[in-house]
């Protein structure tokens, strides 16, 4: 065999035991043992430290032991999978079992447990029963409701959180922290693509270059910066190969080294650019989602929702009986939106008195309706109630952070209904803030009262700011600030999340709804019927 060829052999499996390497080491540097779901988690000394908001998963089982200590918030350990468990335990400012919806499951779980930084045990075991418990002590049990059957089992940290032991199905897990070496091997990878440049090695370079599409994302790289470096390294291997077998010189037998250098310079210059121009903490793929949303997207998919609404909601209306009042429940997924579990609509119907005698009579019971729905603006909210035909002795409106949310690709709802073209690669609100007082203007022209909060969201004051001004300016509304209320206790207390009030939070929301609008009710006299509109 010639030497040459021996060469290309031998390069060739160098450039493959660098690419087994890198693969290996791109998946290294963090924890062996559980598997990290979320955010940040490291080993310290025999320590397993999860930052704020971090998840991770310790395999199938049925119950879950964690011991360590607490100090920055709630903790929550579960069965199911962790973005949707089928129940989880947390433990903190209110220690409980809760469904994957944030319903209560068994006991009433408003016992007051703060963790401090001192050691400490909790424990989600399914056993005919579903306990949690905190240092043995049952914080919360219920009768399951599935099987106990193997669910993954997790634990996510509401605050910095330090296990010192995780225990499944009574067998202890173990972890070990890995090492990743960046600059070894991405100097490997470099030296082998060099040598089989230099000796002209024709097809190694698309293997040579594979380290770096696995260490790419190691250190930040864009997927489209790698796709043209790899094929710029292709390029260039293939340039110099033709070169090799040409000889030395640069005259016209050369034009594969002059086409395939100019290929190469090309990629790697946008390779550089697709680095300079990519958005702080943008998506590498978001431009090409921004095309195809805009073309996907029509006003039918938007309708659709608002059909869904009317369509389960039309039956209940239809079944209030004349002369009672009707209250309307208007807002998203903070409301409930057609989700399963017990929301603010639903406690209002249980806080609100009967309004006050008319004659010798007694005054009816409001019965209140939720039209609310996920991912709802204050356009689906005006459609919703415009197609159901009625006017409601009140509604109540929980909305606003839809409205002002960057979610339509190029075009507000209202320029999507008129025929506009897209802006191609910008998202904006489906919401004008002129757009939104227009229909909560038509909202509540149709009402008999109009009561309305802007959402509460964690960290988004401005733009939700600048949204409850506009509800106070319209003469028609009666506006309620909900942001105190829910501000006014522990965030693990009252919020599930940065957006939805937890069980808690839902209650709060309903008893300053109800002492708000009581007298609203009773002082705009009797009830316009829930018939429908002329």
């Not at 033709?242 to 034009?255: R, S």
């Not at 009317?310 to 239809?318: I, Q, S, Y």
Request: hydrophobic residues 45%; neutral net charge; glycine residues 12%.
């Amino acid at each position: 065999m010639p030497t040459r060829e021996r060469l290309s052999i031998l390069l060739g499996a160098l450039g493959l035991v660098a690419t087994v390497l890198t693969g290996g080491l791109a998946g290294a540097g963090g924890v062996r043992g559980v598997s990290v779901l979320a955010g940040k988690v490291q080993v310290d000394g025999d320590d397993l430290v999860l930052a704020a908001n971090a998840t991770v998963g310790i395999g199938d089982g049925t119950s879950i032991l964690a011991t360590g200590t607490f100090p920055g918030g709630a903790v929550d350990i579960g069965r199911g999978p962790h973005d949707g468990a089928n129940v989880y335990a947390q433990f903190g400012p209110v220690s409980g079992l809760y469904r994957d919806d944030g319903t209560t499951v068994g006991d009433d779980p408003r016992s007051r447990w703060a963790p401090t930084s001192a050691r400490t045990t909790l424990e989600l075991t399914c056993d005919r029963m579903i306990w949690a418990k905190q240092d043995n002590r049952i914080s919360s049990r219920a009768s399951p409701d599935h099987t106990c059957v193997a669910e993954p089992l997790w634990v996510r940290a509401g605050g910095e959180t330090r296990l010192s032991a995780l225990t499944r199905d009574g067998q202890p897990v173990r972890w070990t922290a890995t090492r990743f070496a960046l600059a070894p091997a991405l100097g490997l990878a470099i030296v082998l693509t060099a040598t089989a440049a230099l000796l002209g090695f024709e097809g190694l370079f698309m293997l040579l270059a594979m380290p770096l599409s696995l260490l790419g994302p190691r250190v930040g790289l864009p997927v489209e910066a790698l796709m043209w470096l790899i094929a710029g390294s292709a390029a260039a291997g293939s340039g110099a190969a033709g070169a090799g077998a040409a000889g030395p010189g640069f005259g016209t037998a050369h034009w594969r080294l002059w086409l395939t250098a100019g290929f190469a310079l090309c990629s790697f210059g946008l390779a550089a650019r697709s680095v300079v121009q990519r958005p702080g903490g943008g998506n590498e793929a978001s431009s090409a989602v921004r095309y195809v949303a805009a073309a996907a997207i029509d006003i039918g998919l938007l309708q659709r929702k608002v059909d869904e609404v009317v369509n389960r909601t039309r039956p209940l209306v239809d079944a209030v009986r004349p002369g009672t009042p009707l209250v309307l429940a208007l807002g998203s997924s903070s409301s409930g939106g057609g989700t399963n579990g017990r929301f603010w609509p639903d406690l209002l119907q249980e806080a609100l008195a009967p309004l006050p005698a008319h004659g010798d009579r007694p005054g009816p019971a409001p019965v209140v309706i939720s039209i609310a729905q996920g991912g709802a603006t204050t356009w689906h909210a005006r459609r919703i109630l415009e197609a159901l035909e009625v006017r409601p002795a009140a509604c109540v409106v929980y909305l606003g952070q839809n409205d002002t949310t960057a979610s339509m690709p190029g075009l507000t709802i209202a320029q999507l209904e008129r025929g506009e073209s897209s802006t191609p690669g910008a998202w904006v609100a489906p919401m004008s803030p002129q757009d939104s007082k227009d229909n909560l203007v038509a909202i509540a022209s149709r009402c008999g009262v109009t009561l309305a909060m802007q959402e509460y969201v964690v960290d988004r004051t401005e733009p939700l700011a600048a949204f409850a001004s506009m509800l106070q300016t319209i003469p028609n509304i009666h506006y309620l600030d909900p942001t105190t209320p829910l501000t006014s206790g522990p965030r693990a207390l009252l919020m599930l999340d940065g957006v939805h009030p937890s069980p808690a939070g839902q209650q709060v929301l309903a008893a300053i709804i109800a002492a708000r609008l009581s007298p609203l009710l009773a002082s705009h006299g009797d009830p316009e019927p829930a018939v429908p509109s002329p």
